[in-house]
């Protein structure tokens, strides 16, 4: 620091190569400094002049506290994006300061997670942000009518997220049709208090919607007429709405000739007979989803053939026949994208018929399709040789051949789910020829050791997650190739992998992406392995060392120093104790923490660590500590924006990995 | 009717064994008398023509001497005796008419009868109570005269409004309650006195009506009320309710015949006039009832029938215009519609062309010219809970969206208590200024504050000078000329109900006043 600022007073003397570029330059380069948060933190921390130009760079905020909301602000003038979502605490004074601050620069506020604030806060942001166009009130469910006629002022809105708004009601809704005329996106998702009235009169006062979210409202068919109407409708959700059934949507007709997606999911009282009529006149429907709701038979399949352009269908959860899943192959379009997931009745003559027709497929997600074996898996790497994405958690009667055939055929793929399968290394070592493979989940492959993993760990080398939960033949060596030849690795779970020490944890250090690692259930991992994790991986965010019981505050005080981009920490059944619970403190991003069966925790050091931990936001506790603490401190902490989560478990010894497996097949 | 006539005959059933043979016509006339007095005791009469009818009246009806009595008991005790000299007149007059006995009439005398024989026994209930009191004080005596006369009032209000059809000039001073059209009818009966007007009776009554005490004005109210009641429901004939409702009848110009009344006539209260006395009435039927006063040949079957089963010939259909030019009602309009009943010409004159002239008296807004309307919107006055930003209530939530889908820049309105925080001085007549800066002034406040709560108790004693308080980032709403642009005095006119838009009038201008620049008010 002491030379930064020589240079900087030298500067008249010393000549820089940065003072030959304009700020439009500078600018430009920090544009492509966007992947990674961290790099942006960097450049601002060089020097006094790039601090400025970062901060006046600057477009989109994601603040962790709002403490010091006010110098933050004063920092970044020239942000037009804030989201909130990870401040614990927005009151209506932290919101009053926002708008007085950015007045009409701000276009985008996120609350989606905030709470604290009131009608006042949102009428400040309205009135004084005069282009607000993006606002997030998801979840706010202490927010009533007289908010949405706050935000009825922000006359130049055009994205409104209102999900799980529970105490609005129709005429807070009809504020906002009256009040944000231009408004594009609406998402009223959970307003339970919103029914047809709020809901027509939004399409009958918002012409520009493009889309359009009414999940799980009590609308009817009454509001469709007005909704069909819009002309640029472009996204139509009506998921869970039951309101809606066949009789009257028979009635309406016509379609809505601009829809490109529909989501009808769980509209159970809507068949093929309804569906047909809504998408009678939707020239150029893309995506449609109607997953838990009526059975895919014949006539369903048959009501839809004629969508042109049909790209995408979801069918989720749906009972399935044979005839309905070969008529669907019959379907003149060639589908980009299928979802069977959970679909009951979905057999090998069905979905083979299906898969050979549409060879095109760059999706298709087939999760918990328990009948089908070999010779599904057959034909859909012989024909849909272009799938990008393949998910098949869970089809237990594939045998492990066939997963070779996946490696073989299937050389695009992107994402591959096959947990819960019969794949052995063979498989593995062919899928490995796979090479733009970035999203790998292999969680309870028991069939799976160390010398599959390293074909993997040699070829994918864009590997960006992979899951191995449960899959107990991986060790030490397995890991170690994974780190090598994947540098990219942001997500890995080796969970209950019991054979998984410290060696593995210092090979991972090595992957400077990581920022999600679970190593729940390794008892031979301790503080030394995550002592070098911490040091490695800087943008670690996610730590789960549950039933680590090696893991004690040795590993805990490195944490604390050097991960500092840590939020979310799950410490159950370690062997930290007050200390090192203590010492993440220090953390500052630090929001949620697991602590139960902690045996080295008393009841002071808890209230000393929860106390120092000043963002969190979620705490999960052994429900022993609600009686033992004084009452005022959990409402201090709650006044803070933290919420606690009381659990009563016993204690769980862990159990023999394959005996888990048998067990859980028990159940079945 | 029908349903009130089962109940006082099931009612009475047992002590009116003789029911029938009481005098159908006395009854009838006797009946009003008593109707008569109580109603138009407020009225002021002239003496002279009161003298006159009185004079007119006894030939044709000697028995009349007696019963003015019976109406004087009724305001000062009634009397045992009086009573039982009444009944010894009726009973021969009874058995003098029984012969004559149309068909037509049957129902409503018999109805008629049971309710003499119910205002009979009540009486002989008072002479029964006043044997028993004697010897107690004279306030229970009192208590229980009023008691009883209470009694008697309602069944005088039932009588008056049930035989309304049976005794058109009962209704035709009942109907009072529009000073002219009182005026009218006294002139018309002073006109044409009729043989069988019992006004002249019971307005000599009248002059003694001063010796009435309180009960009377309590009479008086429920008459009214009966009254009203009856009008109501003659307007509300469900066949010619709205005189809109004919819209989409598609005639051929050519197929009906147009009438048109003029003014005069749709205002007067009545439509048949008798040929020979003049005298109005409401209906036909009410008039050719009239018409027996006149002499034996309006009193055969074939006059009393209805006029319309005698034509075999098929009637031109009749149309009406409304006289009023440029009306789209008035037959020389490019579009014109016709009425299709005189009831929907009145009423259509009286709400469209007429001054409003009925207020209701709950919400103290609403106008209405016709009374029914009134008694209508009255039944709802209160009950309208859902609220547009231009002031107008609905009682039903899609009614409301309705409106506002319908109407440019109106809000629904959010109810007052979600609106307004509980600690906000509630004082509804504070002038509407004052109002705006105290919002304003908690809104602005509140960033460097953070406890809402307490800003609004500052607030309270902000009242006086509002600008004062606004932060250097606030500005004073009333000084801004674009804050007069917003649709601002409707909500001026309710006070009070509408403090939610006017938060954001006032913020509105704080923020122009801010940029100037930005000037898109709509």
């Given at each position: 620091?002491?030379?930064?600022?020589?240079?900087?007073?030298?500067?008249?003397?010393?000549?820089?190569?940065?003072?030959?570029?304009?700020?439009?330059?500078?600018?430009?380069?920090?544009?492509?400094?966007?992947?990674?948060?961290?790099?942006?933190?960097?450049?601002?921390?060089?020097?006094?002049?790039?601090?400025?130009?970062?901060?006046?760079?600057?477009?989109?905020?994601?603040?962790?506290?709002?403490?010091?909301?006010?110098?933050?602000?004063?920092?970044?003038?020239?942000?037009?994006?804030l989201?909130?979502?990870?401040?614990?605490?927005?009151?209506?004074?932290?919101?009053?300061?926002?708008?007085?601050?950015?007045?009409?620069?701000?276009?985008?506020?996120d609350?989606?997670?905030?709470?604290?604030?009131?009608?006042?806060?949102?009428?400040?942001?309205?009135?004084?942000?005069?282009?607000?166009?993006?606002?997030?009130?998801?979840?706010?469910?202490?927010?009533?009518?007289?908010?949405m006629?706050?935000?009825?002022?922000?006359?130049?809105?055009?994205?409104?997220?209102?999900?799980?708004?529970?105490?609005?009601?129709?005429?807070?809704?009809?504020?906002?049709?009256?009040?944000?005329?231009?408004?594009?996106?609406?998402?009223l998702?959970?307003?339970?208090?919103?029914?047809?009235?709020?809901?027509?009169?939004?399409?009958?006062?918002?012409?520009?919607?493009?889309?359009?979210?009414?999940?799980?409202?009590?609308?009817t068919?009454?509001?469709?007429?007005?909704?069909?109407?819009?002309?640029?409708?472009?996204?139509?959700?009506?998921e869970?709405?039951?309101?809606?059934?066949?009789?009257?949507l028979t009635?309406?007709?016509?379609?809505?000739?601009?829809?490109?997606?529909?989501?009808?999911?769980?509209?159970?009282?809507?068949?093929?007979?309804?569906?047909?009529?809504?998408?009678?006149?939707?020239?150029?429907?893309?995506?449609?989803?109607?997953?838990?709701?009526?059975?895919?038979?014949?006539?369903?399949?048959d009501?839809?053939?004629?969508?042109?352009t049909?790209?995408?269908?979801?069918?989720?959860?749906?009972?399935?026949?044979?005839?309905?899943?070969?008529?669907?192959?019959n379907w003149?379009?060639?589908?980009?994208?299928?979802?069977?997931?959970?679909?009951?009745?979905?057999?090998d003559?069905?979905?083979?018929?299906?898969?050979t027709k549409?060879?095109?497929?760059?999706?298709?997600?087939?999760?918990?399709?328990?009948?089908?074996?070999?010779?599904?898996?057959?034909?859909?790497?012989?024909?849909?040789?272009?799938?990008?994405?393949?998910?098949?958690?869970?089809?237990?009667?594939?045998?492990?051949?066939?997963?070779?055939?996946?490696?073989?055929?299937?050389?695009?793929?992107?994402?591959?789910?096959?947990?819960?399968?019969?794949?052995?290394?063979?498989?593995?070592?062919?899928?490995?020829?796979?090479?733009?493979?970035?999203t790998?989940?292999?969680?309870?492959?028991?069939?799976?050791?160390?010398?599959?993993?390293?074909?993997?760990?040699?070829?994918?080398?864009?590997?960006?997650?992979?899951?191995?939960?449960?899959?107990?033949?991986?060790?030490?060596?397995?890991?170690?190739?994974?780190?090598?030849?994947?540098?990219?690795?942001?997500?890995?779970?080796?969970?209950?992998?019991?054979?998984?020490?410290d060696?593995?944890?210092?090979?991972?250090?090595?992957?400077?992406?990581?920022?999600?690692?679970?190593?729940?259930?390794?008892?031979?991992?301790?503080?030394?392995?995550?002592?070098?994790?911490?040091?490695?991986?800087?943008?670690?965010?996610?730590?789960?060392?549950?039933?680590?019981?090696n893991?004690?505050?040795a590993?805990?005080?490195?944490?604390?120093?050097?991960?500092?981009?840590?939020?979310?920490?799950?410490?159950?059944?370690?062997?930290?104790?007050?200390?090192?619970?203590?010492?993440?403190?220090?953390?500052?991003?630090?929001?949620?923490?697991?602590?139960?069966?902690?045996?080295?925790l008393?009841?002071?050091?808890?209230?000393?660590?929860?106390?120092?931990?000043?963002?969190?936001?979620?705490?999960?506790?052994?429900?022993?500590?609600?009686?033992?603490?004084?009452?005022?401190?959990?409402?201090?902490?709650?006044?803070?924006?933290?919420?606690?989560?009381?659990?009563?478990?016993?204690?769980q010894?862990?159990?023999?990995?394959?005996?888990?497996?048998?067990?859980?097949?028990?159940?079945? | 009717?029908?349903?009130?006539?089962?109940?006082?005959?099931?009612?009475?059933?047992?002590?009116?064994s003789?029911?029938?043979?009481?005098?159908?016509?006395?009854?009838?006339?006797?009946?009003?008398?008593?109707?008569?007095?109580?109603?138009?005791?407020?009225?002021?009469?002239?003496?002279?023509?009161?003298?006159?009818?009185?004079?007119?009246?006894q030939?044709?009806?000697?028995?009349?001497?007696?019963?003015?009595?019976?109406?004087?008991?009724?305001?000062?005790?009634?009397?045992?005796?009086?009573?039982?000299?009444?009944?010894?007149?009726?009973?021969?007059?009874?058995?003098?008419?029984?012969?004559?006995?149309p068909?037509?009439?049957?129902?409503n005398?018999?109805?008629?009868?049971?309710?003499?024989?119910?205002?009979?026994?009540?009486?002989?209930?008072?002479?029964?109570?006043?044997?028993?009191?004697?010897?107690?004080?004279?306030?229970?005596?009192?208590?229980?005269?009023?008691?009883?006369?209470?009694?008697?009032?309602?069944?005088?209000?039932?009588?008056?409004?049930?035989?309304?059809?049976?005794?058109?000039?009962?209704?035709?001073?009942?109907?009072?309650?529009?000073?002219?059209?009182?005026?009218?009818?006294?002139?018309?009966?002073?006109?044409?006195?009729?043989?069988?007007?019992?006004?002249?009776?019971?307005?000599?009554?009248?002059?003694?009506g001063?010796?009435?005490?309180?009960?009377?004005?309590?009479?008086?109210?429920?008459?009214?009320?009966?009254?009203?009641?009856?009008?109501?429901?003659?307007?509300?004939?469900?066949?010619?309710?709205?005189?809109?409702?004919?819209?989409?009848?598609?005639?051929?110009?050519?197929?009906?015949?147009?009438?048109?009344?003029?003014?005069?006539?749709?205002?007067?209260?009545?439509?048949?006039?008798?040929?020979?006395?003049?005298?109005?009435?409401?209906?036909?039927?009410?008039?050719?009832?009239?018409?027996?006063?006149?002499?034996?040949?309006?009193?055969?079957?074939?006059?009393?029938?209805?006029?319309?089963?005698?034509?075999?010939?098929?009637?031109?259909?009749?149309?009406?215009?409304?006289?009023?030019?440029g009306?789209?009602?008035?037959?020389?309009h490019?579009?014109?519609?016709?009425?299709?009943?005189?009831?929907?010409?009145?009423?259509?004159?009286?709400?469209t062309?007429?001054?409003?002239?009925?207020?209701?008296?709950?919400?103290?807004t609403?106008?209405?010219s016709?009374?029914?309307?009134?008694?209508?919107?009255?039944?709802?006055?209160?009950?309208?809970?859902?609220?547009?930003?231009?002031?107008t209530?609905?009682?039903?939530?899609?009614?409301?969206?309705?409106?506002?889908a319908?109407?440019?820049?109106?809000?629904?309105a959010?109810?007052?208590?979600?609106?307004?925080?509980?600690?906000?001085?509630?004082?509804?007549?504070?002038?509407?200024e004052?109002?705006?800066?105290?919002?304003?002034?908690?809104?602005?406040?509140?960033?460097?504050?953070?406890?809402?709560?307490?800003?609004?108790?500052?607030?309270k004693?902000a009242?006086?000078?509002?600008?004062?308080?606004?932060?250097?980032?606030?500005?004073?709403?009333?000084?801004?000329?674009?804050?007069?642009?917003?649709?601002?005095?409707?909500?001026?006119?309710?006070?009070?109900?509408?403090?939610?838009?006017?938060?954001?009038?006032?913020?509105?201008n704080?923020?122009?006043?801010?940029?100037?620049?930005?000037?898109?008010?709509?």
């Amino acid at each position: 620091m002491g030379t930064m600022k020589r240079q900087r007073s030298d500067k008249a003397f010393n000549f820089t190569p940065f003072d030959l570029l304009t700020e439009e330059i500078v600018f430009i380069i920090l544009d492509f400094l966007d992947e990674n948060p961290l790099d942006r933190k960097s450049f601002s921390l060089v020097c006094k002049t790039f601090y400025t130009i970062e901060s006046r760079h600057r477009r989109t905020l994601k603040p962790l506290r709002s403490e010091h909301l006010t110098t933050i602000l004063s920092r970044y003038p020239q942000v037009t994006s804030l989201d909130l979502s990870l401040c614990p605490r927005i009151t209506d004074s932290s919101l009053n300061v926002i708008s007085h601050v950015y007045k009409s620069n701000l276009k985008s506020v996120d609350l989606s997670r905030s709470k604290f604030f009131s009608h006042v806060g949102i009428s400040n942001l309205a009135m004084n942000c005069t282009n607000l166009v993006e606002l997030d009130l998801s979840n706010a469910t202490e927010i009533r009518d007289s908010a949405m006629a706050a935000i009825a002022e922000a006359k130049n809105l055009e994205k409104l997220w209102l999900a799980r708004c529970k105490s609005i009601t129709d005429i807070g809704i009809g504020c906002i049709a009256v009040g944000c005329r231009k408004l594009r996106l609406i998402s009223l998702k959970w307003c339970l208090g919103v029914g047809d009235l709020g809901a027509g009169l939004i399409a009958v006062k918002c012409n520009d919607i493009r889309s359009f979210d009414l999940s799980y409202l009590p609308i009817t068919n009454k509001c469709l007429p007005p909704i069909l109407k819009l002309q640029h409708l472009e996204d139509l959700v009506l998921e869970g709405c039951f309101g809606i059934d066949d009789n009257s949507l028979t009635v309406l007709k016509q379609g809505c000739k601009s829809l490109k997606a529909l989501d009808m999911s769980s509209c159970q009282n809507v068949s093929h007979v309804g569906l047909s009529s809504l998408t009678s006149g939707s020239g150029c429907l893309q995506q449609l989803i109607l997953a838990y709701g009526s059975p895919v038979t014949l006539a369903l399949a048959d009501s839809l053939q004629n969508l042109s352009t049909l790209q995408s269908i979801k069918l989720d959860g749906c009972q399935v026949t044979c005839s309905g899943l070969k008529a669907i192959g019959n379907w003149c379009v060639s589908l980009r994208e299928l979802s069977l997931s959970k679909c009951l009745g979905v057999s090998d003559e069905g979905l083979s018929t299906l898969v050979t027709k549409h060879k095109d497929l760059r999706k298709l997600d087939i999760t918990c399709c328990r009948k089908i074996t070999h010779v599904s898996i057959a034909h859909i790497t012989n024909s849909c040789t272009s799938l990008a994405s393949l998910k098949m958690e869970s089809c237990i009667l594939v045998p492990r051949e066939a997963f070779v055939l996946i490696g073989q055929r299937c050389l695009l793929l992107e994402e591959l789910d096959l947990t819960d399968n019969e794949i052995d290394d063979e498989g593995l070592k062919s899928i490995s020829r796979c090479s733009k493979l970035s999203t790998l989940k292999l969680g309870i492959c028991l069939n799976i050791t160390e010398e599959g993993l390293s074909h993997v760990g040699l070829c994918c080398t864009k590997l960006v997650e992979l899951d191995l939960y449960r899959s107990v033949g991986i060790s030490d060596v397995g890991i170690l190739a994974i780190a090598r030849g994947c540098p990219g690795l942001e997500i890995i779970n080796v969970a209950y992998c019991g054979k998984v020490t410290d060696h593995s944890l210092m090979s991972l250090a090595k992957c400077p992406r990581l920022n999600t690692l679970e190593i729940r259930g390794c008892p031979l991992v301790t503080s030394l392995g995550l002592t070098a994790i911490a040091v490695g991986c800087k943008q670690l965010s996610k730590l789960d060392i549950k039933k680590c019981y090696n893991i004690n505050d040795a590993g805990m005080i490195p944490l604390a120093h050097f991960a500092q981009n840590l939020r979310q920490i799950n410490l159950s059944y370690s062997s930290v104790t007050d200390v090192g619970l203590l010492s993440l403190a220090s953390i500052s991003c630090l929001q949620s923490m697991t602590i139960l069966h902690l045996k080295g925790l008393t009841p002071s050091g808890l209230v000393a660590a929860l106390l120092a931990c000043g963002g969190l936001t979620k705490v999960k506790l052994q429900a022993c500590f609600k009686s033992m603490l004084p009452q005022p401190l959990f409402e201090h902490l709650e006044a803070r924006g933290c919420v606690f989560q009381w659990r009563d478990k016993a204690f769980q010894a862990e159990v023999d990995p394959k005996c888990w497996k048998l067990q859980l097949e028990d159940v079945q | 009717m029908d349903l009130n006539d089962k109940i006082v005959a099931d009612t009475w059933a047992k002590s009116f064994s003789s029911a029938k043979d009481l005098p159908k016509q006395l009854t009838s006339d006797h009946r009003s008398f008593t109707s008569f007095n109580n109603q138009q005791q407020q009225k002021k009469w002239e003496v002279s023509s009161i003298l006159d009818y009185n004079n007119r009246i006894q030939p044709p009806f000697p028995e009349f001497n007696h019963t003015p009595e019976a109406p004087r008991n009724h305001n000062s005790q009634i009397k045992g005796p009086d009573r039982e000299d009444m009944q010894s007149n009726e009973k021969p007059d009874n058995k003098r008419f029984q012969e004559w006995d149309p068909r037509v009439m049957l129902n409503n005398l018999s109805f008629l009868e049971d309710k003499i024989h119910q205002l009979q026994d009540l009486v002989h209930l008072i002479v029964g109570r006043r044997g028993r009191v004697l010897g107690q004080s004279d306030e229970l005596a009192t208590q229980q005269q009023q008691l009883i006369t209470a009694d008697l009032t309602s069944i005088i209000v039932q009588l008056i409004s049930t035989a309304g059809s049976l005794l058109p000039s009962i209704k035709h001073t009942l109907s009072t309650a529009n000073p002219a059209i009182g005026q009218l009818g006294q002139l018309g009966s002073m006109l044409f006195p009729p043989t069988n007007s019992l006004n002249g009776v019971v307005l000599q009554q009248n002059s003694g009506g001063s010796k009435v005490s309180g009960q009377s004005n309590q009479i008086d109210l429920t008459v009214n009320c009966g009254t009203e009641q009856n009008y109501a429901a003659e307007e509300h004939d469900p066949k010619d309710d709205d005189d809109d409702a004919d819209e989409g009848e598609n005639l051929a110009p050519g197929s009906y015949e147009i009438l048109q009344l003029e003014k005069e006539e749709i205002l007067a209260p009545h439509t048949h006039f008798c040929m020979i006395c003049g005298k109005g009435f409401k209906r036909d039927a009410n008039l050719r009832m009239h018409m027996r006063g006149h002499g034996d040949e309006y009193k055969t079957p074939a006059a009393l029938a209805k006029p319309n089963k005698d034509s075999s010939e098929p009637m031109l259909l009749k149309r009406y215009s409304c006289p009023y030019a440029g009306c789209k009602r008035n037959k020389d309009h490019k579009k014109f519609q016709p009425l299709k009943t005189i009831l929907c010409v009145k009423n259509h004159y009286k709400r469209t062309h007429c001054d409003k002239s009925y207020t209701c008296s709950r919400c103290n807004t609403k106008k209405f010219s016709v009374i029914a309307d009134l008694k209508t919107h009255e039944k709802h006055c209160g009950r309208d809970k859902w609220l547009c930003s231009c002031g107008t209530t609905f009682s039903r939530k899609d009614k409301l969206f309705g409106h506002i889908a319908l109407f440019q820049g109106h809000t629904p309105a959010l109810p007052l208590d979600e609106t307004k925080p509980s600690s906000l001085p509630s004082d509804r007549t504070e002038n509407n200024e004052s109002k705006l800066g105290n919002i304003g002034f908690n809104f602005s406040a509140s960033g460097s504050g953070g406890n809402a709560i307490q800003n609004m108790v500052d607030v309270k004693g902000a009242v006086d000078d509002p600008a004062a308080y606004f932060s250097p980032l606030n500005f004073d709403p009333c000084n801004i000329p674009g804050f007069h642009e917003f649709p601002r005095p409707t909500f001026e006119e309710s006070d009070g109900f509408f403090s939610f838009p006017i938060p954001g009038a006032c913020n509105y201008n704080q923020k122009t006043g801010g940029d100037s620049g930005s000037n898109d008010l709509e």
